[in-house]
């Protein structure tokens, strides 16, 4: 299905983050992905597919294989370009057309059970207010599977939690305000770095796999994240071609 560009936008700025299908075109990137990881890793996946990885893996040795396999996902040419290019509309509309994309991507595999996750966090000040993050599964995600967002209008109630005493209040506060229980294949979940997330324990019996990746302007305001270390040139205007060596 198409995405409804002046929608979708509308809910992006509106709640800081929005769920949206990839262009039709590139999911079979996504599809090629996945066998090459699923090639290259024959002997960690066994028989099993990306939902299984769990059965071929132990929880004390994911993290390392997830490091591999973002080493070799960051050598495949091209990758980085198409994944935006999947996504191309939005991003564009969004960011205008000088576009820095961040040197690497990153995976998340979040196994059933697994308690090591990141916390309740959001991404700025590390990362300006101007960056978008592209999330993106490689699996079908229900429930606990998926990463949950907080609206822009439950900030001010998210940061009091930080000062919180009571052990369990992220959780209590992420069912009940957190968004987005379900994202497919062929979709990919667009959020704002100063929007909190929450990854719960995935109380599934399959594991996620998500890629992601951010985006930012090259001329708007930079965090900490900044341009040479952590960024590279994706697409620029004509204009900043004329004087941008
Ligand atoms: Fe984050």
Same mark, same amino acid.
């Given at each position: 299905?198409?995405? #409804?560009?002046?929608?979708?936008?509308?809910?992006?700025?509106?709640?800081?983050?929005?769920? %949206?299908? %990839?262009?039709?075109?590139?999911?079979?990137?996504?599809?090629?992905?996945?066998?090459?990881?699923?090639?290259?890793?024959?002997?960690?996946?066994?028989?099993?597919?990306?939902?299984?990885?769990?059965?071929?893996?132990?929880?004390?040795?994911?993290?390392?294989?997830?490091?591999?396999?973002?080493?070799?996902? #960051?050598?495949?040419?091209?990758?980085?370009?198409?994944?935006?290019?999947?996504?191309?509309?939005?991003?564009?509309?969004?960011?205008?057309?000088?576009?820095?994309?961040?040197?690497?991507?990153?995976?998340?595999?979040? =196994?059933?059970?697994?308690?090591?996750?990141?916390?309740?966090?959001?991404?700025?000040?590390?990362?300006?207010?101007?960056?978008?993050?592209?999330?993106?599964?490689?699996?079908?995600?229900?429930?606990?599977?998926?990463?949950?967002?907080?609206?822009?209008?439950?900030?001010?109630?998210?940061?009091?939690?930080?000062?919180?005493?009571?052990?369990?209040?992220?959780?209590?506060?992420?069912?009940?305000?957190?968004?987005?229980?379900?994202?497919?294949?062929?979709?990919?979940?667009?959020?704002?770095?100063? #929007?909190?997330?929450?990854?719960?324990?995935?109380?599934?019996?399959?594991?996620?796999?998500?890629? #992601?990746?951010?985006?930012?302007?090259?001329?708007?305001?930079?965090?900490?994240?900044?341009?040479?270390?952590?960024?590279?040139?994706?697409?620029?205007?004509?204009?900043?071609? =004329?004087?941008?060596?």
């Amino acid at each position: 299905m198409e995405n #409804n560009l002046k929608k979708l936008e509308k809910e992006f700025l509106n709640n800081g983050f929005v769920r %949206l299908n %990839l262009q039709k075109k590139y999911i079979n990137k996504y599809v090629s992905l996945k066998k090459k990881i699923q090639k290259k890793f024959k002997f960690q996946f066994k028989d099993n597919n990306f939902e299984d990885f769990h059965k071929s893996v132990s929880t004390k040795d994911i993290n390392k294989i997830r490091m591999d396999i973002i080493k070799y996902i #960051n050598s495949i040419d091209q990758l980085k370009n198409d994944i935006y290019l999947s996504l191309q509309p939005f991003i564009d509309s969004l960011l205008g057309p000088d576009i820095i994309i961040q040197k690497s991507i990153n995976l998340g595999i979040q =196994m059933p059970e697994d308690k090591s996750r990141a916390l309740f966090h959001k991404d700025t000040p590390l990362s300006s207010y101007h960056e978008i993050v592209l999330w993106i599964p490689l699996v079908d995600c229900k429930k606990s599977m998926c990463m949950l967002m907080i609206d822009r209008k439950d900030q001010n109630e998210a940061e009091e939690l930080l000062n919180g005493k009571e052990k369990d209040r992220f959780n209590k506060f992420v069912n009940k305000k957190g968004k987005l229980k379900e994202i497919n294949f062929g979709q990919a979940l667009i959020f704002n770095t100063n #929007n909190y997330h929450y990854i719960p324990i995935n109380k599934t019996s399959k594991t996620r796999w998500a890629i #992601n990746i951010r985006l930012k302007n090259l001329f708007s305001p930079y965090g900490e994240r900044n341009l040479l270390d952590y960024y590279e040139l994706l697409k620029i205007s004509p204009l900043s071609k =004329m004087y941008y060596n």
